[in-house]
């Protein structure tokens, strides 16, 4: 809370989810594990074909959060609910486990 009150501009709260990259060495491996993957929950999931053929699945999570905290150095928020936004971003982290 002190650094957040000592700000000067922007802050954002920000949790990044889960991602895993797999390379793939035939597009049905790729579509079969994608298939699973977003019948496990991970609807961010997609395919990439590049330009020599390599295919890679990432699998995503849907787990992201991301909260403006303060705006040109004023806090918008209360610590109250700065307490919350962790405790809801330690949640995220264990459904990512």
Same mark, same amino acid.
Do not use: W
């Given at each position: 809370?002190a %650094?957040?009150?000592k #700000? ?12 895993l990259? $797999?390379?793939c @060495?035939?597009?049905?491996? %790729?579509?079969?594990l994608? =298939?699973? %993957?977003v019948d =496990? &929950?991970f609807?961010? =999931? &997609? +395919?990439t $074909?590049g330009?020599g &053929?390599k295919?890679?699945? %990432?699998?995503?999570s ?7 905290? !303060?705006?040109?150095? @004023?806090?918008?928020? !209360?610590?109250e609910y700065? /307490?919350?936004?962790?405790h809801? #971003?330690n949640?995220?982290? /264990?459904?990512? +486990?």
């Amino acid at each position: 809370m002190a %650094a957040l009150e000592k #700000a000067t501009g922007d802050v954002v709260f920000k949790f990044e989810p889960f991602v895993l990259h $797999v390379l793939c @060495r035939e597009l049905q491996d %790729a579509q079969l594990l994608h =298939s699973v %993957a977003v019948d =496990s &929950g991970f609807r961010n =999931s &997609g +395919i990439t $074909v590049g330009r020599g &053929g390599k295919i890679t699945m %990432a699998v995503r999570s849907t787990h992201c959060l991301e909260v403006p905290l !303060s705006h040109k150095g @004023r806090l918008m928020v !209360s610590e109250e609910y700065i /307490e919350f936004l962790v405790h809801v #971003a330690n949640q995220k982290m /264990e459904e990512n +486990i």
